[in-house]
């Protein structure tokens, strides 16, 4: 996603615990549960009884927006009296990757470990082949769904030859309880999980992969702990092709998994 014209992913929850002591179990391997399909934004959660919490994953964008400039270019609420467009395109690799086929990849997986954790993982959006959800459609699907965490996840695009690594947002100065210490402790966990998983933090944004943010109308209209990870800079040649190959996305997903599991305790 291109710096500062963001989708916004949706809040996440009421767990206020920390994730710093807790190494949760052995993920199983993507490979073996990325079969998990994802229901649609404005379907019920599955039926089948979990005792596990709620996680929403907003994969950035979606494959049909950029034939849909007349619906994506619409203002919508972003928080802080201020207005977005509903949605935008997302970047791409030099070659030609889309962003917002690598979110959706990711997401899957994400959703397919923790699922096998027992977590209930609702998606903000039901395929890569369609338009939207809007910003704060997909901010709301993440208030109204109970979740524990959400987490929205992007890549950006940055053209500065020396842009590299990975950096997490979250909603700063806070509108609500939510947006405070939950928020920042879940975006904390997912730096941690990603830099323990051999991954770079951002060069060029934030700090120490931390880039706290007053923009982001899916974080501004938030009631849940809710952050948004940039994975890395598409426009990077050595992030690129990591972002391109299913073993890197594969990487990426169980680092954030793991970070999950570690914020939730679980």
């Known amino acids: 996603m291109r710096s500062r014209v963001l989708p916004v992913m949706l809040a996440g929850s009421l767990l206020l615990t920390s994730c710093t002591a807790h190494v949760p179990a052995p993920l199983p391997s993507p ?38 400039p007349r619906e994506i270019d619409k203002p919508v609420p972003a928080g802080r009296g201020e207005t977005k467009p509903c949605n935008t395109t997302g970047t791409a690799t030099k070659s030609g990757y889309p962003e917002h086929a690598f979110n959706w990849d990711v997401a899957q997986r994400v959703g397919a470990l923790l699922t096998a954790r027992g977590i209930l993982v609702q998606y903000t959006r039901q395929d890569d082949n369609g338009v939207g959800p809007c910003v704060d459609r997909r901010a709301a699907f993440g208030n109204d769904s109970g979740a524990a965490a959400v987490v929205a996840i992007h890549a950006d695009g940055s053209t500065s030859s020396s842009a590299h690594g990975f ?13 405070g210490q939950p928020s920042v402790s879940l975006a904390e966990a997912l ?76």
């Open 31 to 68: 490979a073996a549960t990325i079969s998990a399909v994802a229901p649609s934004l404005g379907s019920p959660a599955p039926t089948v009884a979990r005792k596990g919490p709620v996680v929403v994953l907003d994969p950035g964008h979606n494959g049909g927006n950029a034939s849909h």
């Open 191 to 266: 730096r941690d999980g990603l830099r323990q998983a051999g991954f770079a933090t951002s060069t060029y944004l934030g700090k120490n992969g931390i880039y706290p943010r007053d923009d982001l109308a899916g974080l501004n209209l938030s009631t849940r702990p809710a952050a948004l990870v940039e994975c890395g800079n598409m426009r990077n040649a050595a992030e690129a092709a990591a972002m391109s190959s299913p073993e890197g996305r594969a990487r990426y997903a169980q680092a954030l998994a793991t970070a999950i599991l570690a914020y939730l305790k679980v």
């Open 167 to 179: 950096h997490v947002s979250y909603s700063d100065p806070p509108l609500n309880e939510a947006q």
